[in-house]
């Protein structure tokens, strides 16, 4: 059948014109019209907001914000660059002409912009907009379907085809013997997991009616093309218009069907999720011809782009100034042992299962399942590959698919596209055992700077954003108020212009041992990789510079490469400088702009010697720079920034880390943006459920938790329907930012302690982590300034754990237990508990074996748990036994009984000790167990009979944990919800059924149809088409709320 695209021209009159109202309620009704078609509007809206108007907007026109629910509502996209100036008339330059589309032209847009070639000398800017409507038959390919692996066949045939274990001397033989495995794996998967042929002409949804509609539509059109009367167009028409309707129900009960069936499963669900929030952005199939930027030739077919994106994607780097390389001296590298098999397992299992595999087509799946007959295999290849300095070529194979970038002008360029690496899965297993080495080594022997925060353990966004923020309050709050300016700089193709010489030659310089270094800079070249692109694959290019934007590994030896520019930067006066991976950040705050700017050129001129040396290639006209201050007058906020490219204007917002930061930081800006998403996120959760279908009640429950709730967060305010929070059992909006405020300062901790009490409390400007300590202590809650400090890492990622034992079920476990009492007579046994009783944590170990017992006072529940009281047991056990070795007795081996399973989970091996932990089940009568308890519950000063008695001695080091401030906050939340609950003059309705907010509401709708429980959630809120319901909303037609039998109103009782 024929698609239409329908376009609208609308003028929209100013508010000046009386003549004439809003044009937006007859767009709204034809867009409605025309909603099963593909639609364009372009037009005069005369309306200024944000969304198309950039940071030009100071105040959105009220109007405005029918607009955009228009455009929330039909899923518009507004196809202009924001700020784009359409109109321009004397010194008033505004975007008041728009060019939006509909979801489904959205991956067809070529491009959106300005034509200066068209001006006709008139105040509105003529704005060409480009479509790519051709369609490009593509060839179904097949595809694996891994929900139908057979696990027993799969093994079977692994088996059979794996090679022996090998030590291979050579890299040839090491590529021969990695070439064995893969093809073992590959049979493997060959004979267990099926392929799966779509067809071309398939159409999930499609059933007989929609097959009987649509000929009965064509016998019709048919019928009308050779009699042409008036009665034949109007069967035609009718029978054209009933097909739509068919065709529409039955996709949108497969659609729902669909939904259903995929909330079953929790992996399933959130994808469900991340689908609906990106329905209408999904990577078109096939990209419009592209445009040589050198040549302005095109590139039309699919070999000719590839082609030409190649050269975009893996340019020749620019020259490199390594003179200072040659003749480096280094200081002593740290030692790295030889891979461990435990790590490979690890890596493993902590790769997500059915990501997009490289060109062998082996997922992670495949390795789940293979881990155990593979590990022995992979370890002796990894250490192998490390020993030689030779990462194997089946290793270095990619396939580069080509992704869009959102929100460009023009998709003929082809800087408006990015590569992404498949990299073939095991290779990538090994780099992620490299990558959490580096990552160790950086973390303990403090190898990057401290304000590199990305890409690192217990460093995030929230960590560069808040520093850049304290920076700019004590800025403020320094003598008569200092302006603070904030400069981002861009580095154009980072991981694509790296200097493999220069990247080597820093990680020697930051003590990478030599064995891995030379690793490295075989993982780096050559390379080679495959060009997808519109279903076509080209032949394999070998690479030679740059690194792999895909593999675990490419963004720890980019924090290497770039550690330099971030310290040298930092060093300057009044100066703080901030990376996140290729993101850097410099602050400088000074008396003025002049003197910031100042500053900054300093800056730049640091950065322009390090790109000197880096091969990289900064990209001015995408640099950021905004002057902080609230000063009114005295400072000069439009100073620019004199560069060797030119001006930097300032501007009064920028964008750092997906934070939009105003020159005030009073963020409105951020506030509207976030708004925006918000809406655009429960707007498109709707796609996943209605009254009477789609995903349950609990699923999309926590969908709302886990997806719009984060985004809320950075809004800092919003409203709340106080009724059905309590029906959801769902924190209201207003706790849930003071929650998460404070788990967030528990993360990152307070900000530094610069000030004197009594200057503290001259300085009026409070940091927004100021601001929530200040929150804690007038809520009487923990100090977060004498909270528990925690180490990015407590041992290194070969060190070897204790050998742990978890039998299914008690009954095993209580057998097993019984049994090694018996058979081993010559271990020392140990018994360990953690125990929380009257509100204060006690930890103890009883050795049955010498009759020994230790414990330990751990503080109340405001400074510990009863898991840290479980693991400081089996401290405590080791003390025991290594006490007991140091007295001579020789023991066969120390075995330690826990009835946690996570604490055995989470504890490191003691050196020189043969130690097993295992878990036995509490409180049936295994004797050590219950002297371990009752000692652990006696070191809080419990005694039986409600007496009471010395407490147990702490230990030398007792911090308040940061679980307690978690716990802390949310009982804090939950106490204020329910004061607030009681105090609410709305939803009494619910009150009555719910006095207290209890998560037992959420159990109500436990196998009900969504059907039910909608209706359940209505007869609790009364809102439900009842008379009193319906009176009140004044619904035509109901004269009274009473029964039809007059007694009292109609309402649920």
């Not at 105040?123 to 595809?143: E, F, G, Q, W, Y």
């Not at 020259?319 to 390389?325: A, L, M, Q």
Request: charged residues 25%.
């Amino acid at each position: 059948e024929e698609q239409q695209i329908v376009i609208h021209n609308v003028y929209n009159p100013t508010k000046t014109a009386t003549e004439r109202g809003s044009t937006l309620p007859l767009l709204e009704l034809a867009i409605e019209r025309w909603s099963h078609h593909e639609q364009i509007i372009v037009g005069d809206f005369n309306l200024h907001h944000e969304l198309w108007g950039g940071d030009r907007v100071q105040r959105a026109d009220p109007d405005a914000a029918e607009l955009t629910t228009i455009m929330e509502d039909y899923c518009l996209t507004s196809n202009l660059a924001p700020g784009t100036i359409t109109y321009e008339e004397r010194d008033g330059r505004t975007t008041i002409d728009l060019c939006l589309t509909t979801a489904g032209l959205v991956d067809r847009l070529i491009q959106c912009e300005i034509e200066t070639d068209m001006d006709h000398d008139s105040d509105h800017l003529p704005i060409t907009t480009s479509l790519d409507l051709n369609t490009v038959k593509m060839i179904a390919k097949p595809r694996r379907n891994w929900k139908a692996l057979d696990e027993k066949t799969f093994t079977r045939v692994l088996q059979r085809e794996l090679p022996p274990q090998r030590r291979s001397r050579t890299k040839t033989a090491l590529d021969r013997h990695v070439e064995e495995v893969m093809a073992a794996i590959t049979a493997a998967v060959d004979e267990a997991v099926p392929k799966t042929a779509p067809s071309p002409r398939s159409k999930p949804g499609w059933n007989e009616e929609c097959a009987a509609a649509l000929a009965e539509s064509k016998r019709l059109r048919r019928r009308h093309s050779l009699y042409r009367t008036e009665e034949t167009w109007e069967a035609y028409r009718a029978a054209r218009n009933d097909k739509g309707r068919v065709i529409k129900k039955a996709l949108r009960q497969n659609h729902r069907e669909k939904v259903e069936e995929a909330a079953q499963s929790p992996a399933t669900l959130w994808r469900l999720a991340k689908w609906a929030r990106n329905r209408h952005s999904q990577t078109p199939n096939v990209t419009p011809a592209l445009v040589n930027p050198a040549t302005k030739q095109q590139a039309i077919t699919p070999s000719e782009k590839a082609e030409l994106l190649r050269k975009t994607f893996f340019p020749v780097p620019p020259d490199t100034d390594i003179e200072d390389i040659e003749n480096a001296n280094y200081p002593a590298p740290t030692a790295m042992p030889p891979i461990t098999t435990r790590e490979i397992e690890e890596a493993i299992e902590e790769a997500a299962p059915l990501k997009a595999p490289g060109p062998d087509g082996i997922t992670n799946k495949a390795l789940q399942i293979a881990s155990p007959w593979i590990k022995h295999h992979l370890t002796k290849i990894f250490n192998q590959s490390l020993t030689l300095g030779y990462y194997p070529e089946h290793f270095r194979q990619s396939t580069t698919v080509v992704l869009r970038k959102p929100g460009k002008d023009n998709y003929t360029v082809p800087k408006a596209y990015r590569p992404i690496a498949l990299l073939n899965t095991t290779g990538k297993i090994m780099e992620a055992v490299i990558a959490k080495r580096l990552s160790y080594l950086a973390e303990t022997h403090n190898l990057l700077p401290d304000t590199h925060m990305g890409g690192r353990k217990l460093r995030s966004t929230e960590h560069a954003l808040h520093l850049i923020i304290d920076k700019i309050y004590d800025a403020w709050n320094t003598g008569s108020g200092k302006v603070a300016s904030l400069l981002l700089l861009d580095v154009s193709g980072a991981f694509d212009n790296i200097s493999h010489a220069r990247l080597l030659h820093n990680l020697r310089k930051r003590k990478i041992d030599e064995r891995t270094v030379k690793w490295i800079g075989s993982f780096l070249r050559p390379r080679f990789t495959t060009l997808s692109i519109d279903g076509f694959t080209s032949e394999p290019y070998k690479l030679e510079t740059g690194e792999p934007q895909g593999s675990n590994l490419s963004p720890i030896l980019y924090l290497f490469y770039n550690a330099d520019l971030i310290e040298k930067c930092g060093e300057l006066d009044d100066t703080a400088t901030t990376g996140f991976i290729d993101d850097v950040a410099i602050l400088t705050w000074a008396d003025s702009t002049k003197e910031t700017c100042k500053k900054l050129q300093e800056a730049l001129h640091i950065a322009e010697q390090w790109a000197a040396t880096h091969a990289s290639i900064f990209a001015p006209d995408k640099f950021q720079l905004t002057h902080f201050t609230r000063t009114r007058t005295r400072i000069d906020v439009e100073e620019p920034l004199q560069t060797r490219w030119g001006t930097i204007e300032p501007k009064k917002t920028c964008k750092y880390l997906g934070l939009i930061m105003d020159s005030t930081l009073t963020w409105k800006q951020h506030i509207d943006e976030i708004q925006r998403k918000v809406t655009k996120t429960v707007n498109a959760l709707s796609s996943l459920g209605g009254s009477t279908w789609g995903v349950t009640m609990r699923e999309m429950r926590k969908i709302y938790k886990g997806v719009a709730v984060p985004q809320m967060i950075g809004a800092y305010k919003a409203a709340s329907i106080p009724a059905l929070d309590v029906e959801t059992y769902l924190l209201p909006v207003e706790q849930q930012i003071f929650k998460h405020n404070v788990d967030t300062l528990g993360r990152v901790g307070p900000a530094e302690r610069r000030h004197t009490e009594e200057e503290a409390r001259r300085n009026k400007k409070k940091s927004p982590r100021r601001a929530i300590e200040q929150a804690i202590r007038d809520r009487q809650g923990p100090d977060i300034r004498r909270q528990e400090h925690i180490a990015p890492y407590i041992v290194p990622p070969w060190w070897q754990g204790p050998q742990m034992f978890i039998e299914t079920n008690t009954e095993e476990a209580q057998i097993k237990h019984e049994q090694i009492i018996q058979y081993e007579p010559d271990a020392v046994h140990i018994y360990t508990d953690g125990s929380g009783i009257g509100g204060h944590i006690g930890a103890a170990a009883v050795c049955t074996t010498t009759q020994e017992t230790k414990s330990a006072y751990m503080g109340d529940d405001t400074t510990s748990t009863v898991y840290a009281g479980e693991l400081q047991g089996i401290s405590l056990a080791l003390q025991i036994a290594q006490e007991d070795r140091s007295r001579g007795n020789s023991r066969s081996k120390v075995l330690i009984y826990t009835d946690n399973q996570a604490a055995i989970r989470s504890t490191a091996k003691p050196k020189g000790l043969n130690t097993e932990i295992r878990w036995v089940p509490a409180h049936i009568g295994i004797q050590g167990n219950e002297e371990a308890d009752r000692a652990a519950k006696e070191a809080t000063g419990w005694r039986e009979g409600d007496l009471t008695g010395p407490k147990a001695a702490e230990p030398q080091q007792l911090y308040p944990l940061r679980s307690t401030m978690k716990t802390w906050s949310h009982k804090e939340t939950i106490m204020s919800w329910e004061r607030d609950w009681i105090s609410e003059t709305r939803g009494r309705a619910s009150f009555r059924h719910t006095p207290k907010p209890s998560r037992k509401v959420v159990d109500l709708h436990d196998g009900l149809s969504k059907k039910h429980s909608a209706l359940l959630t209505q007869l609790r809120t009364e809102k439900i088409g009842l008379k009193d319901f319906l009176y009140n909303r004044k619904v035509p037609g109901i004269s009274s709320n009473r029964c039809p039998c007059g007694s009292d109103r109609q309402t649920v009782c």
